[in-house]
């Protein structure tokens, strides 16, 4: 289980969805400070190692660019396998005593993968096409989860649709959408 601390803010909806050969990483651009909205068109979603990579985060900005930063230097260490950087990377932010005081999730996409990043040192890897993050991330899941199916949708598509259903429940997501797709 993820521990969430009460004192830190996770509002956000980032989420990949993996479908017909196409993944898809997607997120909101709002950022909050408690309960007013500082920014509209954050992009928390970047491509990474060239272009191959694709991750998103939810949680202080900083840290979390400080965690693209290191998956960046992971990559280029390990020929860009992202399953390897991505166990380095974990090894390093549960063990090291700076970066254990990042508070930020990621979640990071190739052509093969799909992982979820935590500084308790988790790796996660789905069982079905999607996984999300952040305060709108379970609207957003369960909405992908019930799209996944339908065959007139793509991976893009069910993306899309799923962060509409989030930022249309979650007041800390909102409909300004970053998509990447590989």
């Known amino acids: 289980m993820i521990d969430h601390r009460p004192d830190v803010f996770y509002g956000t909806t980032i989420l990949a969805v993996r479908k017909g050969g196409q993944v898809c990483v997607g997120g909101d651009g709002q950022v909050t400070m408690n309960n007013m909205i500082l920014k509209a068109t954050a992009k928390k979603v970047r491509r990474l190692h060239e272009g191959r990579v694709l991750a998103g985060f ?46 930020a999730f990621l979640i990071a996409a190739d052509r093969d993968s799909t992982l979820l990043l935590s500084g308790n040192g988790d790796v996660l890897e789905p069982d079905e096409g999607a996984i999300a993050i952040g305060s709108g991330g379970g609207f957003a899941l369960a909405a992908a989860k019930a799209l996944m199916d339908r065959d007139d ?11 509409e259903i989030a930022a249309s429940i979650c007041i800390f997501t909102n409909t300004n959408f970053l998509i990447e797709k590989l």
Request: net charge positive; proline share 0%; hydrophobic share 40%.
């Open 153 to 163: 949708l793509t991976a893009e598509a069910v993306t899309r649709r799923s962060l």
């Open 58 to 103: 939810a949680g202080a900005t900083a840290d979390a660019m400080t965690l693209f930063e290191k998956l960046e230097g992971k990559l280029q260490e390990h020929g860009g396998n992202l399953t390897r950087a991505a166990v380095e990377l974990a090894k390093d932010w549960r063990t090291d005593r700076y970066l254990r005081r990042l508070e």
